[in-house]
Each structure stands twice: as C-alpha cells, then as structure tokens.
C-alpha cells in the first residue's frame, strides 16, 4: 500500500482528512506556502492528495444508477440510508446527506487541484507541465460532477476556497464553467503521453475523451465528434474480445480502459468516513444480502436492478449475463443461499458485487479493491456515434461506431443497425443504457437528452433535471446562495 497524508479544506468547511492513495510513498506532513512546493516531490505528492477524492466518486456512480429507471435504491428495509431512498423516489430535498456527501467530496478534489496550482509558478522541474496536466483534468472532473449534479455552483480557479471565502463566492454560471473545464482538458491532452508508466494516472485519451463527454453534455457536436474520433482513431485503445473478462479484479485497466479510478482493499474505513476508505465502497452496498455460495460474497442489497433494464436486453445479447446477476437463477443452479431485502428484485448489479478472494482487510463491504472503469472505450464509441447522428455529421459513421460495439455483443453482424435520423438515435440510446448499465451514467444520459421525465417516475421537469444545493452549505454562506428551482 502506498499512502499519503495530507491535511486539506474540504468542501467549504476546514475538515481534518487523513488520507491515502496507492500511487507513492509520502510521510505526513504539515503543508503551507512557505515551506511546501519547493521540489518536484512536493508537487508529486499534493498530485496524490488530488487523485484521492477519486475514490469517493463510488458514491456518484451508485447514486447515478438510482436515480436513473436502472435500480431502485434496496436496502435492508424503507428506512436504510433513508438519503438514498429519498433520491430513488425523487423526493429527495436540501437536507440529504449523501447529496452534501457528493458536494463536500468533489470540492475536496477541486481544492486539492486548485492547491497545486496556486503555486504552479513557485518552482521548476523536468516535466512539470505533466504535473499540471494531470492536474488540471482532475479539476475538470470535479467540476464536471458539481455541474452534472447541481448546475451553477460557487467557482474558484487556480486558488484555494478557504474558509471565509464562501462569503464572498457567488453560483457562478455552467456554461462558464465549462468553458474552464474545457480548457483543462485541452491542457491535459496537449501535454500527457497516450501511455503512462504508472496505471491509473490520467492519460491523453482520458483527457480527450472527458472532454467529448462535456461537449456533448452541451450539445457541442462537431467538437465532440472531432475529438472523440481522434481517441477512436489515434489512442491505443480497443474493445475487449470477451465482454465477460471486462470487470474482473485480475482484468483491470485493460486495452478498453481509458480511464479508471484506482482502488485497493488495504485500510479499512468506517461509516462514520466512508471517504477514508480506499476500497470501492459501492461494492458492497451493492451486494447480495446475507450470501451463501460460491464466486460472489454478500453485501447490503442496494442498488438493485429492474426488470424493465432487464428486458432492455435483446435475445442473443451475451452483455446480459456479466451486467445482470439473476440471483433466483443462479441459486437454482449452485444451491447458493440469500436473504431477500427491501425492493428485491432478483436481480444485483453482477459488474460492481464483491466476488470471493477479493483480499479484504477491515469491514470487507467498505474495502473492495475493485476498480471503476470511469470511461470505457466503449462509452468512446457510443458518445462518436452520438455526436455524429445528433449533429448531422455522418450516419454512416455513427452506425460503424455503434455497431462495432453491437457486433461484440451478439458475436456477429447480424444484429447491426442499418437506421438513420431519430431511429438512429433511439438505437444509439438504447445501446448505451444496456452497455453501460451499472456504471452511473444513465440518470444524466436521461436529462441531457430531455428524456428524463417520460423514463422516470416521479420526476419533475424543471426541478430534478438538478439536485438540490446542501441546505447547510447555503447556511455557511451567509444564505447568498439562491437555491436550484423546487426545492
């Protein structure tokens, strides 16, 4: 285990962190202007502290599929972690914890990011503009979230949000947010490698295919087609031949991985810190309640998926099986034992439950070294194929993008889509909820598109396109901040 320790603000309160990362080795130490980022070491080992908050992201993918009509929130009973439950039937308000979670954990990232580049001119090295590439997609990123989440949110560029700061901080708008984020992520493509030496550090491909994704988000689609072919074209990524491999412990950051957060089973961490864990947290809460049986341990039974994302999948499609666990099917077949929870379905996300030799240390459900495949090849292929047919680009490209991915779902051409206009739109979606069902993209693929409210019940147009600003961070700013429409 590699760790680090570092004392950061998080969000807009000063919180003591102690954390970890599995990059390098770094004595804990005390960080300020005067006696820090005086060596590359120094700007190396705040790098790690900015990498960490990626590990709490967990909670952003789980919460994705929830919202979304993929899964409904489980659990053991109605009132297990009742914020999650809130969010699954869209009655979710200002006072949710695990809103303020996702909220607090990204301005985490974003303050480390930032630290680094408040001093980005103090000292010079070798490489260093590769320091601050890296950097500055991990701000992107955080930023992203905060957007997808909640809109205009307080923005800082380049300096640390400290507290007091939040007075003087208004909601600043997406859209020049994104403007920021792009501009990152330009500077991180410009200058990082398509390979780096270490796994799981940020990449020129991750870079250019995050921002493809924003484009799209914005319905920029000849700049997300432009970039988003260039990974296709140039990046040194494929799709795997066996879809089944793809999130096995002993097949991480493979030739489809374009970006994945890095996680370990080593330190434990508790409810009171679930952020403290360098485990996939979401794991475990994903799990088959009190299992009994070979391959797979037990969890908590949340986030659990639907029959209608079941029937989504076509006859003949081989995703079905390694995205969906049909336990009642499986136990017939194995003499497996479990216990049903709350919303049983039948059926468990198979991609992200804790299978059996997974190397646990501490709570096992909190710890699981599985990492969390953040943009896939695939989900590459699929966002071209959009841009290309949304923005009047090429069909026939976006048909070749889509069907290379269908063509390693059924084993064959014969299921290939031959549409073109709206129906190969339709096509294009329907291929990314099944492609990428279980991995927290679904909910924002829904509003993005405009399709929420017709897909999810209880959703209001309007009103839960965004999520509600934590209520005490509204407080802690003096109450400057207008909160998002509904809530």
Request: aromatic share 12%; glycine share 8%.
């Amino acid at each position: 285990m590699k760790r680090l320790k570092l004392t950061y603000i998080i969000g807009l309160l000063i919180i003591m962190a102690s954390c970890s990362d599995d990059f390098v080795d770094v004595e804990s130490r005390n960080q300020n202007s005067e006696n820090y980022f005086n060596s590359e070491e120094d700007y190396q080992d705040a790098l790690i502290g900015a990498y960490d908050l990626l590990q709490s992201t967990y909670l952003n993918v789980m919460l994705g599929e929830i919202a979304s009509d993929n899964t409904l929130a489980g659990g053991e009973n109605a009132n297990d972690v009742p914020g999650i439950q809130e969010i699954d039937d869209m009655i979710h308000t200002p006072i949710n914890q695990q809103l303020r979670d996702i909220w607090s954990w990204m301005y985490a990232g974003v303050n480390r990011a930032n630290y680094i580049m408040e001093f980005q001119d103090k000292t010079d090295f070798p490489g260093k503009e590769q320091v601050l590439a890296q950097t500055r997609f991990l701000r992107a990123y955080y930023y992203f979230e905060l957007v997808k989440w909640f809109g205009d949110v307080p923005f800082a560029v380049d300096q640390r949000i400290r507290f007091g700061d939040q007075f003087d901080i208004p909601r600043t708008p997406k859209e020049e947010i994104y403007t920021q984020i792009e501009l990152d992520l330009m500077y991180a493509a410009e200058n990082l490698p398509w390979v780096q030496p270490q796994e799981g550090r940020v990449t020129k491909g991750a870079a250019q295919a995050l921002l493809g994704k924003v484009y799209l988000f914005q319905e920029k689609f000849p700049e997300a087609a432009n970039v988003l072919e260039d990974v296709i074209d140039n990046g040194p990524y494929d799709l795997l031949s066996d879809y089944s491999t793809m999130f096995e412990n002993d097949n991480e950051n493979n030739i489809e991985s374009v970006f994945e957060v890095q996680y370990t089973d080593v330190e434990g961490a508790g409810f009171g810190c679930l952020q403290c864990s360098e485990g996939n947290v979401a794991v475990g809460f994903n799990g088959i309640r009190s299992y009994d049986g070979p391959v797979f341990e037990s969890g908590f039974s949340f986030n659990v998926p639907t029959q209608e994302v079941v029937d989504e999948f076509e006859e003949g499609d081989n995703r079905l099986p390694t995205a969906i666990l049909d336990i009642e099917a499986w136990a017939e077949e194995t003499g497996a034992t479990y216990s049903t929870g709350f919303e049983h379905t039948g059926y468990f996300n198979r991609k992200y439950i804790s299978r059996q030799g997974d190397l646990n240390t501490g709570d096992a459900n909190l710890t699981n070294p599985n990492n969390y495949r953040a943009i896939r090849f695939a989900d590459v292929l699929l966002m071209a194929a959009e841009a290309l047919n949304r923005g009047g680009i090429s069909d026939t490209r976006a048909q070749m993008y889509l069907n290379r991915v269908r063509e390693r779902a059924f084993g064959n051409s014969d299921n290939n889509v031959s549409a073109t206009g709206s129906a190969l739109t339709e096509a294009i979606y329907r291929e990314r909820r099944v492609e990428l069902v279980g991995e927290g993209h679904h909910f924002f693929d829904l509003v993005r598109t405009g399709r929420a409210a017709a897909e999810i019940e209880g959703f209001q147009t309007g009103k839960h396109e965004l999520f509600p600003i934590p209520l005490l961070e509204i407080q802690l700013a003096g109450n400057q901040w207008e909160q998002n429409p509904g809530y």
